[in-house]
């Protein structure tokens, strides 16, 4: 799996494949020594696993940021990755395209969770995410202006900026600060937090 990961990232243009881990607290190490961008974080390795790797990655680096690869059905506890500090959740047999689109976005400030692991997230573990304020959240949507409502709309249908920014019509530094200024209103943490969210008002 990693062969084919170095293999699929290596050959992009602009990319380099810094380094590779066999477990978590390797994974851990080489991360601190070599300061990477993205990682690409398995779920389930010897030791250590992705969630807790994840969850010191961001601690020693917070600008390093970490997608997480899940089986979809079997790693339902992968989800715990939220609260761990990952940028995003990819399915192990995403396209490749996908894969480079997933790295390109988290490393520009998005974050990233393919649909078919949004909704599973939610089916199994939407129970017990934290509730974002409740209520109170419901409420803090008034505070978004029109504009700013239908941006989260499509965060939570798991778009990025530059799609978003084409199916309004905007620019895509336009969408980010729109972006920005909603998670503000809304005292999210990320664009995660923003997706859950969504889901759980009714607005997707």
Known sequence: MRLGLAMVLGDVADFTVVGEAADGESGIARARELEP????MDVRMPGVDGIEATRRIVED?????????????????AFSGLNAGASGFLVKDAPADQLI???????????????RVTKRMLELYG???????????????ALLSDRERDVLVLVGDGLTNSEIAARLYLAESTVK???????????????ISAVILAHRTGLV
């Open 127 to 141: 129970g017990s995410l934290p509730e974002n304020g409740g209520s109170a959240a419901s409420d803090q949507l």
């Open 61 to 77: 680096r917070p600008e390093t940021r970490v997608v997480v690869l899940t089986t979809f059905d079997l790693d339902e506890y």
């Open 177 to 191: 600060t729109h972006v920005g200024r909603l998670l503000a209103k809304l005292e999210l943490r990320d664009r």
């Open 101 to 115: 689109a997933a790295v390109r976005s988290v490393h520009a400030g998005d974050a990233v969770i393919s649909p």
């Open 37 to 40: 961008d993205v990682v690409l």
